[in-house]
């Protein structure tokens, strides 16, 4: 693993139908066994479906749904064991999503603006930021979040307009 010995990973090869469930399972167990500082889980069907199909089916929309179904059960089972208390959320996707059949690299608005939330301990509640900002924030913000140093060479900017004063 690129990541190295103490990074649990898993495999994202299944079924666009089951792959979700799958990584989701692999959190709940890491989280059992380790309760770890940082919690990465992505999850890859609505991303998967719109490459593959593109926006314009129903499929689409149905696999967001379905996508938000699981999260929803995942925070719920998260905040039923614990696991949320002094915790911050990060949901976001890794690129936006351009009319059609999915792609890498476009440059229209679609595929550059990507949705972004922030929630729980460090965040403040209810506040918006609409300057524009970059995916490249996120790992500096994680790290302010986590209270480390970003490593070195690292771009972006902590997003601090969307966090307590004082943290």
């Given at each position: 693993?690129?990541?190295?010995?103490?990074?649990?990973?898993?495999?994202?090869?299944?079924?666009?139908?089951?792959?979700?469930?799958?990584?989701?399972?692999?959190?709940?167990?890491?989280?059992?066994?380790?309760?770890?500082?940082?919690?990465?889980?992505?999850?890859?069907?609505?991303?998967?479906?719109?490459?593959?199909?593109?926006?314009?089916?129903?499929?689409?929309?149905?696999?967001?749904?379905?996508?938000?179904?699981?999260?929803?059960?995942?925070?719920?089972?998260?905040?039923e064991h614990?696991?949320?208390?002094?915790?911050?959320?990060?949901?976001?996707?890794?690129h936006g999503?351009?009319?059609?059949?999915?792609?890498?690299?476009?440059?229209?608005?679609g595929e550059?603006?990507?949705?972004?939330?922030?929630?729980?301990?460090?965040?403040?509640?209810?506040?918006?930021?609409?300057?524009?900002?970059?995916?490249?924030?996120?790992?500096?913000?994680?790290?302010?979040?986590?209270?480390?140093?970003?490593?070195?060479?690292?771009?972006?900017?902590?997003?601090?307009?969307?966090?307590?004063?004082?943290?």
């Amino acid at each position: 693993d690129a990541f190295g010995d103490d990074v649990a990973s898993v495999t994202s090869v299944a079924h666009n139908d089951k792959i979700d469930q799958n990584l989701i399972a692999a959190a709940r167990r890491e989280l059992e066994a380790h309760d770890p500082d940082l919690l990465v889980l992505q999850l890859l069907a609505v991303d998967q479906n719109g490459h593959v199909r593109g926006t314009y089916y129903p499929e689409y929309v149905e696999r967001i749904e379905i996508t938000d179904r699981l999260i929803e059960g995942f925070m719920g089972w998260c905040e039923e064991h614990g696991y949320l208390e002094d915790a911050a959320v990060v949901l976001m996707a890794d690129h936006g999503q351009g009319r059609g059949i999915g792609a890498h690299g476009h440059l229209s608005e679609g595929e550059r603006l990507v949705p972004f939330a922030l929630w729980g301990s460090g965040v403040a509640e209810g506040r918006v930021v609409k300057d524009p900002r970059s995916i490249l924030d996120l790992a500096p913000t994680v790290c302010y979040l986590l209270g480390v140093e970003p490593p070195g060479g690292s771009v972006g900017r902590v997003l601090e307009e969307a966090l307590e004063e004082g943290r």
